[in-house]
């Protein structure tokens, strides 16, 4: 293995003793120089690879994250080592790869998705920016009460279970690192936003059918490769799609009153 190379691997990382399956793969095709396996800042698995063979396992010790202690191992094994073919960019491989027939259509419909995207990002960057604004300017007139804060927390916990489990992580402790602030303050959080968002709907005369629900599953089906709509509704429930569509009706109505400078 080389600077540069192209490596189709199998990883296992161990944390604290025991494989860490959110974590493990096999087949992975990787670069190396990208840093595609790096966790530790201070440990350069692409580095540690350089020098084996096709073959070999490479056990590469680091610390993943400051929460656990230094007994974490990843072990990298090298099943090939690729080379990377860049072929002539012609009508034909266009059309044979795309539903493009030239490259000239291709380029344009590149540029073309190029420009929405860029749209679509600076139109997300201002509902935020809105949002917050909304948010900060809103005042709460009363407390929530001590069933509804309750609720809320076992919500999140619920919700972010996986996640703090996949960095080894209680959701309490994972909320507070990545929110900077204590479960219970983010329950209240999400409830003075949930109050907001629904007087705000209310305001604006917006409600959510069950045609729009059924929409939204068939993009998922159409657009985003899904088989069915079971399988949507095995990876998001058709509350978290309601509320999805509740938000972006609010702020596509929100934005239209709004004037950007």
């Known amino acids: 293995v080389q600077k540069d190379d192209y490596l189709n691997v199998d990883y296992t990382t161990t944390i604290n003793g025991k494989e860490n399956s959110d974590y493990s793969d096999s087949n992975l095709d990787m670069h190396l120089g990208d840093g595609s396996l790096n966790v530790d800042e201070n440990v350069d698995v692409d580095e540690k690879l350089i020098g084996a063979k096709v073959g070999d396992t490479v056990t590469i010790e680091f610390t993943f994250p400051e929460d656990y202690d230094d007994s974490s191992e990843l072990a990298v094994s090298i099943n090939m080592i690729e080379k990377e073919v860049i072929p002539e960019v012609n009508d034909a491989l266009v059309k044979e790869n795309t539903d493009c027939k030239t490259v000239k259509e291709y380029k344009k419909q590149v540029r073309d998705s190029l420009v929405s995207d860029k749209k679509s990002e600076a139109e997300q960057t201002n509902q935020e920016t809105l949002w917050n604004k909304i948010m900060d300017n809103a005042t709460q007139l009363k407390d929530f009460s001590e069933a509804d ?28 690192q990545y929110y900077e602030m204590s479960l219970e303050d983010y329950a209240k959080e999400n409830l003075k936003k949930q109050c907001v968002q629904d007087l705000l709907l209310k305001e604006n005369n917006i409600e959510i059918t069950d045609a729009d629900v059924d929409e939204e599953i068939q993009y998922y ?36 009153e709004t004037t950007i400078k």
Do not use: C, P, R
Request: aromatic content about 8%.
């Open 149 to 176: 804060i309750k609720k809320e927390v076992s919500n999140i916990k619920i919700e972010n279970k996986e996640m703090a489990g996949y960095f080894g992580m209680s959701v309490s402790d994972f909320i507070e």
């Open 221 to 256: 089906i159409d657009e985003l490769g899904y088989k069915d709509k079971k399988e949507v509704l095995s990876a998001i429930s058709e509350e978290e799609i309601h509320s999805e569509l509740q938000y972006t009706k609010l702020m596509d109505a929100l934005m239209k």
